[in-house]
């Protein structure tokens, strides 16, 4: 589309120089300024009808794009945290008295059927949306940033190349392409431990969630891998920071699932 809109400015230029026999230095030699801002607005224009294609394609075709073929998962095919407890209880209790944890939160019934602890590829979940531990150009890189972008093929970086990248602890939404999530919420969390700073990414994730009306979101252990926070902290401040949203935001009856 980019080249399209570019050829027909060309030829209409070529046309009004042979007219009147003169040449306008604006016609014929557009400012490169000019140009280069017609490129980006049709490679823009591009860009947003690939994203409404497949924000529009029904899932049976969608399936069809799916990278992990048939073995994508829906909602019904991942647990509660209550059956997840019940299934793993014996193993779990003698992990926390091994490590003396202590109690951290009051059950809150509701929430535990709304809240799960799912390990597999995030890139085969069939849900609203699927978050990215991506850095600040939003470019791609390792871990589950490439497995997203490797699964959700090259029009998501296209996208992705529009967001002018992300800040750390701030987050950004784009269309998950051949992915069966339906959105990518690309967050950016802190190199190493920085509390405030992965709370924030989370926080962003959430608000990006409400703003977006989405209704089911997978998070990963944003910044555990490669960035190197240490796991065990860093799923306090997950913890804390999704519970905290499902108490208190008004948004919350909305939210059917999240899973980490
Ligand atoms: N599905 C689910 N979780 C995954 C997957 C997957 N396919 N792959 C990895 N994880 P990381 P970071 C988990 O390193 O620490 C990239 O290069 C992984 O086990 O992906 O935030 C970016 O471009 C870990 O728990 O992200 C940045 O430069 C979690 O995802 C940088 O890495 C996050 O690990 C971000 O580093």
């Not at 400015?9 to 230095?25: I, L, R, W």
């Not at 529009?56 to 799916?66: A, G, P």
């Not at 093929?153 to 800040?167: H, I, Q, R, S």
């Not at 990414?201 to 998070?219: D, Q, T």
Request: hydrophobic share 30%.
């Amino acid at each position: 589309m980019s080249t399209t809109k570019l050829k027909t400015t060309e030829s209409e230029t070529k046309q009004c120089a042979s007219k009147d026999g003169t040449t306008s230095p604006l016609l014929t030699t557009p400012e490169p300024a000019t140009s280069k801002r017609i490129t980006r607005n049709a490679h823009h224009d591009a860009v947003l009808s690939d994203k409404e294609k497949f924000l529009n394609m029904k899932k049976e075709e969608k399936r069809k794009l799916y990278k992990c073929g048939k073995k994508f998962k829906q909602l019904n095919d991942i647990p509660t945290w209550p059956d997840f407890y019940n299934e793993h209880k014996e193993r779990m209790k003698k992990a926390a008295a091994k490590k003396k944890l202590d109690m951290r939160y009051n059950v809150n019934e509701d929430i535990n059927q709304r809240v799960s602890i799912w390990k597999g590829d995030i890139t085969t979940l069939e849900i609203d949306a699927i978050v990215n531990a991506a850095n600040s150009s939003l470019l791609g890189g390792g871990g589950v940033d490439g497995a997203i972008h490797s699964a959700a093929g090259k029009k998501l970086v296209a996208e992705c190349a529009t967001l002018n990248g992300c800040d750390t602890g701030d987050a950004k939404i784009t269309a998950g392409y051949k992915l069966p999530a339906r959105y990518v919420i690309h967050t950016v969390g802190p190199i190493g431990e920085k509390e405030d700073l992965l709370s924030r990414a989370y926080s962003s994730v959430l608000s990006r969630v409400k703003e977006n009306s989405l209704a089911s979101v997978a998070i990963p252990c944003i910044s555990t891998g490669i960035y190197g926070y240490p796991s065990e902290k860093a799923v306090h401040v997950a913890l804390q920071t999704v519970r905290d949203f499902l108490e208190n935001d008004e948004y919350n009856q909305n939210v059917s699932h999240y899973f980490s």
